[in-house]
């Protein structure tokens, strides 16, 4: 059992696979999207996941804060008969490109806690866990992060977020950083402990010489657009699925 927890819940938040090259990874800045964000909020969800053949409940207390130009985001994972196995936080400011990371730290099961560190005055990205390094050009997210801007963007131009579209980002992780591409798939009804829920769904698939995670995001435009489902598939068809079942707002 403790072995299983190691990998699984790690990786619940975006977790890649292979390390990249800087010049690969970032040719370019980020587009700049007109972003809304959120309200402030503390949001529960159930977790179920199929990891090493095994079949995992569990619970997610994501809480998120924005204000006076400041925000901050945290998830915390518990398994049942575990409790605690992956704490993840972010911190920072609000500027034109929507979220602006300084801080991410992630705390996985019995391991120690890295973090990524994005100073703004130097404009460089720095890791506790490598010594690779990356320019901050504009509208840098985290793992954390990423999901709340996408959501964000969507808030302030809901027309835009038609079957096909592609919203770019460079994501920040543990050790390195990626460039994601969510694409816009549909609206379709999700059954969560708060009823049916209409939401748009998103999906980002890893590139096709990496093996890395898909992501799929449902959205709820009628919930302030939070997140009511979050899934996870491995390339072996192992999963983490994280719907939402309450939603207090601060």
């Known amino acids: 059992m403790q072995a299983y927890f190691l990998r699984p819940f790690s990786i619940a938040l975006l977790t890649f696979c292979a390390a990249i090259t800087q010049a690969d990874a970032q040719e ?34 994501t809480k998120w804060k924005a204000a006076d130009g400041k925000f901050s985001l945290s998830n915390e994972v518990r398994a049942m008969l575990v409790g605690k196995i992956l704490e993840t936080t972010s911190e920072g400011g609000v500027d034109d490109y929507g979220l602006a990371p300084t801080s991410y730290t992630e705390k ?52 835009k ?58 959205i709820a435009p009628t919930l302030d657009w939070y997140p009511v489902r979050i899934r996870y ?3 072996d068809g192992e999963f983490i699925e994280q719907t939402l079942s309450s939603v207090k707002k601060l």
Not at 34 to 50: D, I
Not at 127 to 154: C, H, M
């Open 28 to 61: 370019s800045s980020v587009p700049k999207y007109k972003f809304n964000l959120p309200p402030s909020a503390e949001l529960q969800y159930a977790v179920k996941a199929k990891q090493s053949g095994l079949s995992i409940e569990g619970e997610t207390l």
């Open 161 to 218: 977020f038609k079957p096909g579209a592609e919203w770019p980002f460079f994501v920040v992780g543990q050790h390195d950083a990626d460039p994601w591409t969510f694409k816009t798939l549909r609206m379709e009804k999700i059954k969560t402990p708060l009823g049916d829920l209409s939401a748009l769904h998103l999906s980002r698939s890893p590139q096709p010489d990496k093996k890395g995670q898909q992501v799929d995001i449902w």
């Open 233 to 235: 598939t491995d390339p």
């Open 108 to 159: 996985r099961f019995h391991k120690a806690a890295t973090t990524a560190s994005f100073n703004r005055e130097t404009k460089a990205i720095s890791f506790s866990a490598s010594d690779l390094t990356y320019p901050i050009k504009g509208g840098e997210q985290d793992r954390n992060t990423a999901i709340w801007q996408l959501l964000s963007v969507a808030r302030a131009a809901p027309a």
